[in-house]
């Protein structure tokens, strides 16, 4: 019997480690900052706009952010592919601390996702997903299991539960039936936990590999989606899964335990593939996805030479998960070809559909400022407005409308309807302009619509 194997007669239904047995974590909320210096963007009393600049911060110098993300605690992490920093704040800007990030960097990082379990995931250079357990790293970890031998006392089988059997059996609430005479315990101060508590590479792409992008998995499932676009076999966009291999118990009642994950074998499956026919993809720039398990994609289609922004729903056949383009936007803008002049980053909310659109001023002659913007949308597809825009009082009678909010936009995310203000539901958008994070919140105007 090695050193971290132990014979131990447990029932784990009598510890009260395992008196609670849901996992999760409470939303953090943070008081949003006021909406006083608005005036200093140029807004008037009375004045209303598509996006209204509530606050920006500045990003140390040569940080360069290519990425964000707001994880289910409502964090924002920023992918600064510069200083290769992943860095985190809360809803007002404010920088987080967060354990195993700290003096972590992973230089061109381009791309950063947090799943459900607290998994974080990044890509950088051509081919390379790293993850970091962050539930881990900021438990006070009592216990881990690897795996078990017991009697069910229900059935009275007897068997030997590997970690994912452990962790369906915690998920399902039937641990409690077991008790095991024999147990396979992990040593909370060897190396090879420690390694795994360290930001890591689990999986590595061919040479023909270039990762563009990472979404995270859907609700209650272990994966994670990578925008693959391969040059020798075709775009497209894989489902990597994830297996348990340890149980690891904590001392806070209201997450009692977290997982250690490896890639599960044969795990690499294709979501949607470049070709022809239903679900096919051209370049994926940014990739997104919800609970119930829809993908968001932006696509430069230099075949058809314009950009885009897509859905795509899952669909399941002889127990395989498959993703096709959600035909009921067919004829919606968001299907539009025109609606982009280049489409980046995409990020969804219950309520809307939000494309970051760079557009730079073009030709002599033209309108020689540039107009960038988050085009919005439905969640049914339909376009509901533009966010970049406002009014600007040109004569004592007349206003136009200007773009000159957003200089250099690289990426968008969303924090619904989490406003505190009184009888507010307006959206939280942050942006990633230049070296900048800009927050700005939603709100609805009901002057025209300005021209696209």
């Given at each position: 019997m090695s050193a971290d194997t132990m014979r131990c007669p447990?029932?784990?239904a009598g510890l009260s480690i395992l008196a609670v047995i849901l996992l999760g974590c409470s939303v953090d909320r943070y008081p949003l900052p006021s909406?006083?210096?608005?005036?200093?963007?140029?807004?008037?009393?009375?004045?209303s706009s598509y996006l209204i600049l509530n606050r920006q911060i500045e990003l140390p110098a040569g940080a360069e952010p290519a990425d964000l993300f707001i994880d289910d605690d409502g964090h924002l992490y920023v992918a600064e592919s510069g200083s290769g920093r992943i860095s985190v704040?809360?809803?007002?800007?404010?920088?987080?601390?967060?354990?195993?990030?700290?003096?972590f960097q992973l230089p061109g990082v381009k791309s950063v996702a947090v799943g459900p379990e607290q998994?974080?995931?990044?890509?950088?250079?051509?081919?390379?997903?790293?993850a970091l357990n962050l539930q881990a790293g900021r438990e006070t970890l009592i216990?881990?299991?690897?795996?078990?031998?017991?009697?069910?006392?229900?059935?009275?089988?007897?068997?030997?539960?590997?970690?994912?059997?452990?962790?369906?059996a915690i998920a399902d609430r039937s641990l409690r039936d077991w008790e095991f005479s024999w147990v396979d315990s992990l040593d909370l101060q060897s190396a090879e936990l420690q390694a795994q508590l360290q930001p890591r590479v689990i999986w590595t792409g061919s040479a023909s590999t270039r990762l563009d992008g990472v979404a995270k998995g859907r609700a209650g499932k272990r994966e994670v989606f990578l925008a693959n676009n391969n040059v020798s076999g075709g775009n497209r966009i894989n489902r990597l899964r994830l297996q348990p291999t340890a149980v690891l118990f904590t001392a806070n009642p209201d997450v009692p335990v977290v997982y250690l994950y490896d890639v599960q074998a044969g795990s690499l499956e294709v979501a949607a593939y470049s070709g022809t026919g239903v679900g096919t993809v051209d370049q994926v720039l940014a990739l997104d996805a919800d609970a119930a398990g829809s993908l968001y994609l932006t696509q430069a289609a230099p075949r058809e030479g314009y950009w885009k922004a897509q859905r795509l729903t899952v669909e399941e056949f002889a127990g395989l998960d498959y993703w096709s383009f959600d035909f009921s936007l067919q004829g919606r803008s968001l299907m539009a070809p025109g609606q982009f002049q280049e489409a980046r980053d995409m990020a969804y909310t219950a309520t809307g559909l939000f494309v970051l659109d760079r557009r730079a001023a073009s030709g002599v002659g033209a309108d020689t400022t540039d107009a960038h913007r988050v085009q919005v949308f439905k969640r049914s597809g339909d376009f509901l407005l533009p966010l970049g825009a406002r009014k600007l009082q040109v004569t004592p009678t007349e206003k136009v409308w200007v773009y000159d909010q957003l200089v250099d936009p690289r990426a968008v995310a969303v924090y619904g309807n989490r406003s505190e203000r009184a009888g507010n539901e307006d959206e939280i958008v942050f942006v990633a302009d230049g070296n900048r994070i800009k927050l700005f919140m939603l709100s609805v105007s009901t002057d025209a619509l300005p021209a696209q």
């Open positions: 447990v029932r784990l909406v006083a210096g608005v005036a200093e963007t140029g807004f008037g009393a009375g004045d704040w809360d809803q007002a800007l404010t920088e987080l601390e967060t354990p195993g990030l700290e003096g998994l974080l995931f990044a890509v950088a250079g051509e081919s390379s997903l790293w216990w881990g299991l690897r795996r078990a031998y017991g009697v069910n006392q229900r059935t009275g089988a007897a068997d030997t539960l590997e970690a994912d059997e452990l962790a369906a």
